[in-house]
């Protein structure tokens, strides 16, 4: 089935280096959320996209992270000058309703990030 | 801060057993409130999902409910299988969309 896709499925990367995480959202679907989600803890919401438009990133934890969904499917979520509180698995969600009514979240696997 | 605790933090039981997971946010204005699965290595799986204007839902073995008095929430599984075994989280929103996640609560059904 196609279900929420994600890019690399893991990823090392030295301190100081950009990176850049991929979604592959269900098609069609109008919501796409990005979460951080540590070692032994919860997901923690990072933003959120109606479409194209970024409505809400409240979440992000500094400005070195950066997202965008430019054409409304495929999202990207970039991290500048990594450092090692970074790692942590990104997850990415995408829901079919924007959000008048909370609606389903479906989750990709998860990117893996490695801070060295 | 709104909090989210789950107890217990880990569980390990027999197949065929009923069980209760529990879930309590800090702050109990709830307005939506999911439960999700979350096998190793993979993203997360919504079971449940109570609307703002409902009380419970039911799938299949699974049971959630939400008391929005207290800010509590609980699942109910059925008699358990080994396919069971897995990380249950619960999130609540304050909203349509922004979720607290807890630090989930991992199962193990021996078979």
């Known amino acids: 089935g196609a279900g929420v896709s994600q890019s690399p499925r893991y990823k090392v990367a030295k301190r100081g280096q950009d990176v850049a995480l991929r979604c592959d959202p269900i098609?069609?679907?109008?919501?796409l959320f990005w979460y951080q989600q540590a070692l032994g803890q919860g997901p923690e919401f990072l933003t959120y996209?109606?479409?194209?438009?970024?409505?809400?990133k409240s979440g992000l934890p500094s400005d070195r992270f950066f997202a965008e969904r430019p054409e409304g499917s495929v999202s990207t979520l970039k991290i500048q000058r990594t450092q090692q509180e970074d790692s942590a698995v990104y997850l990415c969600?995408?829901?079919?309703?924007?959000?008048?009514?909370?609606?389903?979240?479906?989750f990709g696997p998860g990117t893996r990030l490695t801070v060295l | 801060k709104q909090e989210v605790t789950q107890i217990p933090a880990a569980l390990s039981v027999p197949e065929g057993e009923n069980l209760v997971l529990n879930c309590s946010f800090t702050?109990?204005?709830?307005?939506?409130l999911q439960w999700f699965r979350q096998d190793p290595g993979k993203g997360l799986t919504s079971l449940l999902l109570?609307?703002?204007?409902?009380r419970e839902q039911t799938s299949g073995r699974l049971n959630a409910s939400l008391d929005k008095s207290s800010g509590r929430s609980t699942l109910y599984i059925a008699a358990s299988q080994p396919g069971d075994s897995a990380t249950y989280l619960c999130?609540?929103?304050?909203?349509?969309?922004?979720?607290?996640f807890g630090t989930g609560t991992r199962l193990k059904v021996l078979a």
């Open positions: 996209f109606q479409n194209e438009a970024q409505l809400d």
């Open positions: 969600a995408s829901s079919l309703r924007d959000l008048a009514v909370a609606d389903t979240q479906y």
């Open positions: 999130a609540g929103g304050s909203g349509t969309y922004k979720y607290i």
């Open positions: 098609s069609g679907h109008v919501s």
């Open positions: 109570i609307q703002s204007s409902q």
């Open positions: 702050d109990s204005a709830i307005y939506n």
